[in-house]
T-cell receptor, first 110, second 112 residues
Framework: GQNIDQPTEMTATEGAIVQINCTYQ??????LFWYQQHAGEAPTFLSYNVLDGLEEKGRFSSFLSRSKGYSYLLLKELQMKDSASYLC???????????FGAGTRLFVKA | DTEVTQTPKHLVMGMTNKKSLKCEQH?????MYWYKQKAKKPPELMFVYSYEKLSINESVPSRFSPECPNSSLLNLHLHALQPEDSALYLC???????????FGPGTRLTVL
């Protein structure tokens, strides 16, 4: 089976840094995704990690440790528009199946 | 064109109605997906088509019937739905074996 855990909600201040953690248990791991989803809108791709380490893309970075079944998404220089849900998703080998975590709702306050 | 489009944006239907959701992409992606998302829940995979053939059916009830008439189009035919089927239905596409899925804006379905 598979299990993906991430915090339900987080609050941070504009201009600050926030780290959203994700732990997973799955058989046949083939990569971890982070998606951003604003309320009532479709998810949009943020990052993809398949090897251990840090991937940086502008204000967003994502880290993966396969041995620990752990990832985090780091958001720097927070802006109000970053208020959204952040979905951790794990892809399994042997097909197209991507399992989404329940998402972390991030509230950015002034 | 890096967009997945879905129609209609909103749909209200009765339990005896038959309706269809449509999804279209022109990115040359040969994998297309249907997800169902309830409020404050993650997207749940329903179906995957690869090269226009159904490759995954996540034990979805037969009142949902997918169709992939060509490499750009994906339909979801709805019949005899239940109120609990009310949700946001998301279509996505990707290259086969590629990383990123591109999501459409979704169809918000209400079953009365």
């Amino acid at each position: 089976g598979q299990n993906i855990d991430q915090p339900t909600e987080m609050t941070a201040t504009e201009g600050a840094i926030v780290q959203i953690n994700c732990t997973y248990q799955t058989s046949g791991f083939n990569g971890l995704f982070w998606y951003q989803q604003h309320a009532g809108e479709a998810p949009t791709f943020l990052s993809y990690n398949v090897l251990d380490g840090l991937e940086e893309k502008g204000r967003f970075s994502s880290f993966l440790s396969r041995s620990k079944g752990y990832s985090y998404l780091l958001l720097k220089e927070l802006q109000m528009k970053d208020s959204a849900s952040y979905l951790c998703a794990v892809r399994r080998t042997g097909g197209f199946k991507t399992i989404f975590g329940a998402g972390t709702r991030l509230f950015v306050k002034a | 064109d890096t967009e997945v489009t879905q129609t209609p944006k909103h749909l209200v239907m009765g339990m005896t109605n038959k309706k269809s959701l449509k999804c279209e992409q022109h990115m040359g992606h040969r994998a297309m997906y249907w997800y169902k998302q309830k409020a404050k829940k993650p997207p749940e995979l329903m179906f995957v088509y690869s090269y226009e053939k159904l490759s995954i059916n996540e034990s979805v009830p037969s009142r949902f019937s997918p169709e992939c008439p060509n490499s750009s189009l994906l339909n979801l035919h709805l019949h005899a739905l239940q109120p609990e089927d009310s949700a946001l239905y998301l279509c996505a596409s990707s290259q086969v074996g590629d990383d990123e899925q591109f999501f459409g804006p979704g169809t918000r379905l209400t079953v009365l």
